[in-house]
């Protein structure tokens, strides 16, 4: 370079470097990667790596005017609950995006798991109770043109426990119509 009249400085040094051991061709290649990048079925902390490794060859990403493209996106790729959920915040300083995604994204699966082994939000907050050690479940008990539910809680013993009525004033749990505070009775089937 020093001999063909041509400064010598990183700038040059690189451009004259990435002709020769990384073409175009092989450049817009990983720029295409880059753009059809999806976080898929992956976590945040395995799809932020395959982003950081593509974004590296594109060099309109680099820099500080390349920081908000960079974000916009990373955010793209995102599944949708996690974009949905980070999107908004238009967070425009990388590490700090990646870093919120992945938390979002940690708890959310997390979140899902415990409905998923529990078997959804009713009957995990149901499994948790104390005196509870498995899921209750539904039971209707026709009355005349009336349907009373009832639902039974099993202990570990597989004994069933006193079924607990739904009050037909209020529809709720754990007292009757009888012992509801304002004495006029409303069917809760059919008001």
Known sequence: MIDGGVQLNWDNFKR????KYFPDD???QKEVELLELKQGNDTVA???PKFDALVHYCTHYHGEGGERAKCIKFVNGL?????TAVDYQEIYHYSMLVNKSRIYDHDNRARAAFYKGAGGPMRAANFSAPGRSKPYFATAKFQGNHV???????????????????CKKCG???H???NYPDKEITCFNYN
């Open 46 to 48: 395995e799809y932020a």
């Open 26 to 28: 092989v450049r817009s």
């Open 16 to 19: 004259v470097f990435l002709e």
């Open 148 to 166: 009373r539910s009832r639902f039974v809680v099993a202990s570990v013993g597989g004994s069933v426990s006193t079924p607990i009525s739904r």
């Open 79 to 83: 599944r949708p609950e996690v974009k």
């Open 172 to 174: 709720q749990h754990g």
């Open 176 to 178: 009757e119509h009888y």
